[in-house]
């Protein structure tokens, strides 16, 4: 079977003057919808906050994304190309974020805003963890679209093999960014969805939370072993990446928040 010729799509569209990045697009959208599904879940009881909260938060959550992600990158990728040219750290238009950095943004914006308010940082971050998986999954169709973050070389015959036009070496290769848009963003979002039905798992503060956790680990961790390490980076020992390295302890601390969750009794019935 041939691969997939993917053709040179726009990395956005203007209206007017402005230019409109896809990137930035998948950002705002996963964002909003996320928003608006946590008015709905933080109302299931156990409730988590009132709706102000949910609306107050979305200004937290795009600094911790925004502010985490580019830290992030900036530390875990390139500390020094970014240290030697420091004026280049804050160019987030020329791409460059990290989901481990935003998740540890976002944590703390979590923890900051939920003792501001007197919230329950467990119980609110459980209902956060449900809708994250949204933004995740437009993320990586807009690292499909701009044709970045290739996957590893395909071996003959797989069907959705694809040859992308930015690639000098023109070899048919795993779709990662599908892959990592399946993984992370529609089957983790199922799982997600799923278990946020039940009152027994929301009752639990941290399950959620602790799911979200250790499965975006197991599904980046998987995803990783068909997409094409950093040029500038490459594989690190025993053929690892990064982003593996990255979310090992992801997986040990959600691991251990499951755990905890579990074998604590509910308030409701302690």
Known sequence: MSPIILPV???GFHIGPLF???YALAYMLGLL???QLMRRLVQRAPVASTLLHVDDFLTWAVLGVILGGRTGYVLFYQPGYFFAHPLQIPAVWDGGMSFHGGFLGVSLAILWFSLKHGL????????ISVAVPIGLFL????NFINGELWGRPAPPGFPLAMIYPG???QLPRFPSELIEASLEGVLLFGVMLFAARFYA???RSGLLTGIFIAGYAIARITAECFREPDAFLGF???GTTMGQVLSVPMLVAGLGLIIYALRRKPPEVA
């Open 9 to 11: 799509f726009p990395r």
């Open 20 to 22: 409109i990045h896809y």
């Open 33 to 35: 919808a996320g928003w």
């Open 120 to 127: 329950h940082p467990l119980r609110f971050a459980d209902r």
């Open 139 to 142: 993320g990586r169709c807009a």
């Open 167 to 169: 690639d000098p070496s």
């Open 201 to 203: 798992v929301r009752v």
């Open 236 to 238: 690190l020992p025993f």
